[in-house]
């Protein structure tokens, strides 16, 4: 009997060990802190299991100094791409999220860039062009906020364009098809989807490094990367425009946005 029990323990330690030795080696090779490798598992787990997301190979360029811009229609957005580094990533985040004491913690752990919602925010640009310089992947939503609209996307701004030409860092477009989203940042989590990621050609932007004070080439130039998610997402007809030189959302905006929990 003694002995039945103790194959029984030694089989049930195998069973436990197994996938802790798997998770220890994936962690070696990981450049994550040990809480931020302990969120990224979750969130793997959620983003395959519950949204059942088809997640494509990083390109290359994101190995080094990238600055990532996709669409957004998620609060979730930035898992989808987050799950698939080796590192943090740095995604610019309403402060009010990065000051909630719900919120706090985790988005500290996530290396957040907090950004004032009203207008320009100098201080968190900035911090965004020294991650980048040093090496680091910034993801950016050129609409500002979570569309909720009929359009393809909302009017976007160049600020994604301006950091990654003084960061010297390329940009990668990015398309995320089928994220959940009721209105509220929590509400992905009580709902299933069918996600599908999908990377564009990295834009070289080295010719294009004495051009960061030109507006009107700056403009353009977004637009001409806008154009590639749309080609990702197959619309070829998308209306694409800026959001326009002094853009900023009107306080109702500011209100509307608050109360539906939008980024």
């Known amino acids: 009997m003694m002995r039945q029990e103790l194959l029984a323990w030694a089989f049930a330690g195998t069973l436990i ?3 802790l030795a798997w998770l220890f080696a994936i962690y070696r090779r990981q450049r994550y802190s040990p809480p931020q490798f302990g969120l990224w598992v979750m969130a ?8 059942r997301a088809r997640l494509p190979e990083l390109p290359e360029a994101i190995g080094g100094s990238a600055v990532v ?5 998620s609060s979730i957005d930035p898992f989808f791409i987050q799950v698939c580094l080796d590192r943090p990533m740095h995604w610019m985040v309403a402060r009010e999220y990065c000051e909630h004491p719900l919120f706090r913690w985790f988005l500290k752990q996530t290396e957040a860039i907090p950004v004032n919602r009203g207008g320009v925010d100098t201080a968190s640009t900035k911090q965004a062009i020294r991650l980048a310089e040093a090496g680091g992947v910034v993801g950016m939503f050129p609409e500002g906020r979570i569309n909720q609209s009929a359009e393809f996307m909302l009017p976007v701004r160049p600020g994604a ?6 960061a010297r860092a390329p940009i990668v477009p ?6 959940p989203f009721a209105g509220t940042p929590w509400s992905p989590f009580f709902m299933t989807a ?15 490094y004495d051009r960061e004070h030109d507006k009107k080439w700056s403009g353009e130039k977004m637009l001409e990367i806008m154009t590639q998610i749309a080609d990702l997402a197959h619309v070829p007809d998308a209306n694409l425009r800026l959001a326009g030189r002094h853009w900023k959302p009107t306080e109702d905006e500011l209100r509307d946005s608050a109360a539906n929990g939008n980024e």
């Open 17 to 19: 060990c197994i996938p």
């Open 44 to 51: 793997h787990l959620v983003v395959r299991i519950l949204w």
């Open 69 to 73: 811009v996709c669409n957004h229609r």
């Open 161 to 166: 364009l301006l950091v990654a030409l003084k």
């Open 174 to 179: 990015c398309y995320i098809d089928g994220a």
């Open 194 to 208: 069918q996600t599908c990621v999908t990377f564009g050609k990295p834009v070289d932007l080295s010719a294009f």
